[in-house]
């Protein structure tokens, strides 16, 4: 795999060298400083002609600042002539604005691919996309992973007495039942809604929970208030544990607070984005593997799917 290089930026560092060392592929050299005013400054420190290059690089937060990042790594490296630039963006922000839910608002998922794109990356790789119609935002291949392949070993070792799988919402069911037929298990829905304006919100569980250890399964946890809300609910209706596992862990504001005090018996998440702040309760998985494996195969022109074919 001579003719390929990777490289960093600087949102997710730790990752990007868990990748390199799964591939035993030395991340190439790129300096990224900034002037007095916060302009993001690149150069790219080794010659690129005629590589495949990857560049590791989440846009979580500060998600503004890490997009320009990867924007400009990417100006840089396609003025250097490389071959291809393929963007493994294991967190791909904005996603949660990938539509017109009411008049007059942005549909900014679709305007970062369009930066992208312009940007000069020819193929887009990431996990769990919020909404898997994003991928109908480009118009270069994207390789949406499944996170929830990542959470079937460690579940299995937890040797739970009664497992059963839950969707914390009904947009999450496709991605939760996946899950279930991965684990052979059976699934329930948490329905939220509003009974009236200005009350809160009714967590009404679709399926029999009773006497069963609950795996939520769900994209992201941002402020845990939904997850925290679900797993009480779930309790209510006579779930002995409560776990979740989400991919990207955003927990912003309040997040750890509640996932200390809520009913959640653990939270796991992966290393998409990086966490800042930890907690007994929060157990993280690696992507460097998956992510690792994915390059070696696009690559190679070595087939995707089948990492995340169930029987």
């Known amino acids: 795999m001579t003719g390929y290089m990777l490289f960093s930026g600087t949102a997710n560092e730790e990752l990007a060298l868990e990748v390199s060392k799964y591939l035993d592929q030395p991340l190439s050299k790129a300096k990224i400083t900034k002037f007095s005013d916060n302009e993001i400054n690149v150069k790219i420190e080794e010659s690129v002609r005629g590589k495949d290059v990857f560049i590791i690089q989440p846009t979580s937060a500060p998600a503004n600042f890490n997009l320009m990042e990867l924007l400009i790594m990417v100006d840089a490296l396609k003025r250097s002539s490389a071959k291809s630039i393929t963007a493994v963006v294991p967190y791909y922000g904005y996603a949660r604005q990938d539509r017109k839910a009411e008049p007059r608002v942005p549909i900014s998922a679709k305007l970062v691919a369009n930066l992208m794109e312009t940007a000069g990356i020819t193929r887009v790789v990431t996990v769990d996309l919020h909404a898997s119609q994003i991928q109908g935002f480009f118009d270069i291949p994207v390789d949406n992973l499944y996170g929830a392949v990542l959470f079937n070993d460690y579940v299995r070792s ?31 829905i948490v ?53 979740a596992c989400c991919t990207h862990p955003v927990l912003s504001g309040p997040a750890f607070e509640r996932i200390e005090k809520g009913e959640l018996d653990e939270l796991v998440v992966t290393n998409t984005i990086p966490i800042r702040q930890t907690s007994p309760k929060i157990k993280v998985l690696s992507t460097a593997k998956m992510l690792g494996e994915v390059i070696r195969r696009v690559y190679n022109n070595e087939s995707v799917n089948s990492l995340f074919e169930t029987n």
């Open 158 to 188: 937890k040797n739970l007495k009664n497992p059963i799988v839950a969707s914390p919402d009904i947009g999450g069911v496709a991605r939760a039942r996946y899950f279930a037929k991965t684990m052979n298990l059976e699934m329930v």
């Open 191 to 243: 329905d939220k809604r509003r009974e009236k304006a200005n009350e809160s919100e009714v967590m009404n569980i679709i399926g029999n929970v009773e006497g069963k250890d609950v795996i939520m399964i769900d994209d992201m946890v941002d402020t845990a208030g939904t997850m925290v809300k679900a797993a009480a609910a779930l309790k209510a209706k006579g779930a002995v544990s409560v776990m």
